[in-house]
């Protein structure tokens, strides 16, 4: 019997990536491909099939920054498949990614230096907006829309005699300090990107705590600091040529510098072939390229939320959009859960 891999966000950088790389350790996989856009997944799908001809590919229609989209999509699901065995959660964006080029040039004369070029850290500043929904677009689009997906597909998911596996792409931009209780969609701040990616953390923890008993288990991967469509739109295309020699030369201080969507997909890959009863649900697993181009998996242990935290976020604190009835009612479930 097949097993069955759905990929969101798989019509280009890292999904595209990870399908291909999927297929090439296991072509009788079916790959569903879970996009927005249909007619770039039909491109995808054929592309895939022309490599890979004993694979099966699908396509379902999905928006994680529409719940109805999410919800419909789900149902289609249902009605398609008896189980799913990966659910690579790995659909996200970063609106209108703007550089602080103080934080640069200070960064480029200080001993962090290589921490900021690795992690972003302190440097870009997003615009986010409300959706249809009344949520913060990020944190629909990153966390949430996946979060309703999950709860959707449960009966899909929780399979005690074959356990079932949730991969999400997360980020070393994670950081706490970017993350509060009271504003958990980062409604008042400037890096949605990171506070999403590091409630995206907190909420893989949560989901181990609910569901290993049932046969779910969750895992966070970092697919590392990449040059694609997403990062070539924060600088002129001139800064990315004056700067790439430099970062090639960091990847031999640092692993975090993949580049490309193929290294980036390492972990990802890794964590296919894994036993997920065996993993650790408080360690990141990392994509990480050394200076001469080898691709490995480097760990990060993780420190779960407080148990005051957790009852502050069960009281759903940080909802300060008025949102609409399903809306309201998933965030009290979100809420519930971690």
């Not at 229609?61 to 999410?70: G, M, T, W």
């Not at 701040?189 to 893989?204: C, F, N, T």
């Not at 790439?244 to 890794?270: C, D, M, S």
Request: with cysteine.
């Amino acid at each position: 019997m097949r097993k069955v891999v759905l990929v969101t966000g798989a019509s280009s950088g890292v999904g595209l990536a990870l399908c291909k790389r999927l297929l090439e350790e296991d072509d009788e996989l079916h790959v569903c491909l879970a996009c927005r856009n249909v007619s770039k997944a039909e491109a995808v799908s054929a592309d895939l099939l022309a490599s890979h001809p004993a694979a099966e590919v699908s396509i379902v229609q999905v928006d994680v920054s529409n719940l109805q989209s999410v919800i419909r999509a789900s149902s289609e699901l249902k009605q398609r498949f008896q189980r799913l065995d990966y659910v690579y959660l790995n659909a996200g964006i970063m609106p209108n990614p703007q550089l602080n080029i103080k934080a640069l040039f200070c960064g480029l004369f200080s001993r962090k230096v290589i921490h900021m070029f690795s992690t972003a850290e302190g440097l870009l500043t997003q615009e986010d907006k409300v959706t249809a929904d009344g949520l913060q677009e990020v944190f629909e689009t990153n966390v949430f829309g996946h979060f309703i997906l999950i709860q959707e597909l449960e009966p899909l998911l929780c399979h005690r005699d074959s356990p079932s596996q949730l991969i999400w792409t997360s980020s070393r931009n994670a950081r706490k300090s970017n993350f509060h209780l009271e504003d958990i969609q980062h409604s008042r701040g400037q890096e949605p990107y990171s506070s999403s990616k590091y409630a995206v953390d907190l909420l893989s923890v949560a989901l181990n705590r609910n569901f290993n008993p049932r046969g779910l288990y969750s895992s966070v991967v970092c697919p590392g600091t990449m040059v694609t469509n997403m990062t070539y739109g924060i600088l002129p295309p001139l800064v990315w040529t004056l700067l790439l020699p430099i970062i090639w030369l960091l990847r031999f201080f640092a692993n975090a510098f993949t580049l490309t969507p193929y290294n980036g997909t390492e972990a990802l890959v890794w964590l296919f072939h894994q036993k997920p009863e065996s993993l650790n649900p408080l360690t990141k697993y990392l994509s990480a390229t050394t200076g001469f181009g080898s691709n490995y998996v480097a760990t990060q242990k993780r420190r779960p939320l407080s148990t005051l935290a957790q009852g502050r976020l069960r009281e759903g604190a940080g909802v300060h959009v008025c949102v609409s009835a399903v809306s309201h009612s998933a965030l009290s479930h979100f809420f519930s859960t971690i």
